[in-house]
């Protein structure tokens, strides 16, 4: 992964040493102008983002709630059953365990359904963030003649001026505070 991340970084570099001279040449002079934008901070940084990883908090909590109950219920069913093992026939007994192994399956099934039900509706969300992040930076870049936009992940080093993060993040913010985390 790293030497994948350093092969993106050193073509890149190799091809801004080599695109805005080609570029210059031919536009008459007209250098290119590049601009970076930090996806990372505006997915936790903008109104929509947190209201996102709020929501998915709130969700996972009920959700722990609900199965700590159920976990409750099943550890005592489970006593009930080894209590009632010496009272049983092995018939009964074996009825009985078999309908307990089957409560606890089906317990665990909820629970793996709820849990990528949650991270579907998270994902879901973030997409959508992610969308409106490409449409503002995009909706800047038209209005400052931006030639490159690239992501802050892609660059080493970067001059302070070339980063439009934080007026893309204000106007997100303005655009969008909320995006829902739908759970099914």
Do not use: W, Y
């Amino acid at each position: 992964m790293i030497m994948f991340r350093f092969a993106f970084v050193l073509s890149f570099v190799i091809c801004l040493c080599l695109f805005p001279s080609a570029s210059f040449a031919e536009g008459g002079g007209r250098s290119q102008t590049i601009a970076v934008v930090d996806v990372d901070r505006l997915l936790s940084d903008s109104k929509a983002g947190k209201s996102i990883q709020d929501q998915h908090s709130k969700k996972r909590e009920v959700f722990k709630k609900e199965f700590s109950k159920l976990e409750g219920k099943l550890i005592e069913a489970e006593k009930q059953l080894v209590k009632d093992k010496e009272n049983l026939s092995p018939e009964e007994f074996l009825k009985k365990r078999q309908g307990f192994e089957k409560e606890f399956q089906e317990t665990r099934r909820l629970f793996q359904k709820r849990r990528n039900a949650l991270e579907k509706g998270l994902a879901e969300a973030f997409k959508m963030l992610r969308k409106i992040i490409i449409q503002t930076t995009a909706d800047v870049s038209d209005e400052h003649k931006f030639d490159i936009v690239v992501t802050r992940e892609s660059v080493v080093i970067v001059d302070k001026k070339m980063d439009i993060t934080s007026e893309v993040l204000q106007r997100m913010n303005k655009k969008i505070s909320t995006i829902p985390l739908n759970v099914e």
